[in-house]
């Protein structure tokens, strides 16, 4: 019994470090994504912000951050439709918000704090 005890405490161990892992890199786009459409006050589309990001930040996992932390109020978005875009379904364009910039900067004092501490 001693050692079916042991495993399942190793598993979850190994099951926390890969979701605190895992977490901690979705942590990071999402600052990088605020990061970015803050030095673009105009406001930017979701490929322009993967090309922005180097490819750090996936085509396949972009519109999900976004729809996250629209959500949350981080970012606001509106549709655009221009003549060099008919026939093909509406853009999206995305804004850093008031609570947004305010949470970056937040961010970036805490980093301060914890970079200070050590």
């Known amino acids: 019994m001693k050692g079916v005890l042991w495993g399942i405490a190793l598993a979850l161990l190994v099951i926390g470090y890969f979701v605190g892992t895992a977490l901690e890199r979705i942590r990071k786009r999402r600052i990088l994504i605020l990061e970015i459409l803050e ?48 026939g093909t379904p509406l853009r999206r364009k995305y804004k850093i918000t008031e609570k947004g910039t305010h949470f970056l900067l937040a961010h970036k004092a805490s980093i301060s704090e914890n970079n200070a501490e050590t």
């Open 39 to 86: 030095r673009e006050p105009e406001g930017l589309f979701g490929r322009d912000i993967i090309e922005r990001s180097g490819n750090r930040i996936r085509r396949g996992t972009i519109y999900g951050y976004l729809n996250q932390i629209e959500k949350e109020g981080l970012v606001i978005s509106e549709e655009v439709r221009k003549e060099e875009y008919l």
